[in-house]
């Protein structure tokens, strides 16, 4: 199994600036929004978002159940828990790292919607369309689409391992069986 760089650090930092932009203009009171990161996969993502984003906000991390050690999705939520800040009237933006069969954030944004924010955008980092089973999924900022591979980096992981590294990656050579 080997790692074949798809983005480098330098690339993923200009894109992720560039969401940070888009998110500027496309709210007029920054102050009401809440950032929130889905751990741990979103972890580098969401840091390095907020930072751009240069006015006051709120940000906050929650978990919710994900693959596990496959690299298949169960596409089941059964909760989120981690979650601080009052989500009520607030400008929600979801920090995803990546979605694939969409049925995750599906679930994430129904269970946000029961706290009647203002707002819900979703924020992923990587989409990969081609396995998409959720049609009416709207990605509102994106920072790259991907084929249908697995990659790892930037805080995406491969049984735990690899979110450290500083870019993002396919891993060529998948044992059969994950
Ligand atoms: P979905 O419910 O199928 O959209 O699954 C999304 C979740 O699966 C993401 O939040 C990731 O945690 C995980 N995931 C999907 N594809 C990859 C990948 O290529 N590498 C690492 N994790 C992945
Ligand atoms: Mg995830």
């Known amino acids: 199994m080997s790692i074949k760089v798809?983005?480098?650090?330098?690339?993923?930092?200009?894109?992720?600036?560039?969401?940070?932009?888009?998110?500027?203009?496309?709210?007029?009171?920054?102050?009401?929004?809440?950032?929130?990161?889905?751990?741990?996969?979103?972890?580098?993502?969401?840091?390095?978002?907020?930072?751009?984003?240069?006015?006051?906000?709120?940000?906050?991390?929650?978990?919710?159940?994900?693959?596990?050690?496959?690299?298949?999705?169960s596409g089941e939520v059964k909760e989120i828990f981690g979650l601080s800040e009052k989500v009520i009237g607030k400008d929600v933006i979801i920090v995803e790292d990546i979605i694939d069969t969409g049925h995750t954030m599906e679930q994430a944004i129904k269970i946000f919607r029961?706290?009647?924010?203002?707002?819900?955008?979703?924020?992923?980092?990587?989409n990969k369309p081609s396995r998409r089973e959720v049609k009416d999924l709207t990605i509102n900022y994106l920072g790259f689409e991907i084929p249908d591979c697995f990659v790892v980096g930037y805080g995406l992981d491969f049984e735990g391992h690899y979110r450290n590294l500083p870019y993002i990656g396919e891993v060529v050579g998948l044992p059969i069986n994950n």
């Open 6 to 73: 798809l983005f480098t650090p330098d690339e993923i930092q200009a894109r992720v600036k560039k969401l940070a932009d888009a998110i500027r203009q496309g709210y007029s009171n920054e102050s009401n929004i809440l950032l929130v990161g889905v751990l741990n996969g979103a972890m580098q993502f969401s840091c390095d978002l907020s930072k751009y984003l240069t006015s006051d906000i709120q940000m906050d991390f929650i978990k919710l159940s994900s693959y596990g050690n496959k690299t298949t999705s």
């Open 114 to 126: 029961n706290q009647h924010p203002k707002s819900i955008k979703i924020c992923a980092l990587l």
